[in-house]
């Protein structure tokens, strides 16, 4: 399985950014899909994640009510989208993606199979 994550790059505090992440369908269309992030030493921590339908979410205390995550199974790479906004300097990080082991989305890495590569986001203050 490959996943492709990108649209991070460098916002000001209170501004935007969305990540994409794109898989190959063959794998992806029935597994939960997560974002994580890692911040310069710390370690990787859960960010938001989605069934497999898109019918159920989980998200962090520390974006809730300011990410949404959302996923399109009807394109042909079953994108998962995460809309960030009201972005703040604690946000900067490496965000990766990745594909779960099953249909429901967990918090725990460990029930994540496949990982993309991960793309940079910095919020300036």
């Known amino acids: 399985v490959q996943l492709q994550a990108c649209g991070g790059g460098l916002a000001q505090t209170g501004g935007s950014l969305r990540l994409s992440c794109a898989a190959s369908?063959?794998?992806?269309?029935?597994?939960?899909v997560g974002w994580f992030r890692q911040a310069p030493g710390k370690e990787r921590e859960f960010v938001a994640a989605?069934?497999?339908?898109?019918?159920?979410?989980?998200?962090s205390d520390s974006v809730k009510g300011r990410f949404t995550i959302s996923r399109d199974n009807a394109n042909a790479r079953n994108t998962v989208y995460l809309q960030m906004n009201s972005l703040e300097p604690e946000d900067t990080a490496v965000y990766y993606c990745?594909?779960?082991?099953?249909?429901?989305?967990?918090?725990?890495?460990?029930?994540?199979?496949?990982w993309g590569q991960g793309t940079q986001v910095t919020v300036s203050s």
């Open positions: 369908r063959r794998t992806s269309s029935n597994n939960a």
């Open positions: 990745a594909v779960g082991r099953s249909s429901w989305p967990s918090t725990n890495s460990r029930d994540y199979a496949y």
């Open positions: 989605i069934s497999w339908n898109g019918g159920s979410t989980y998200y």
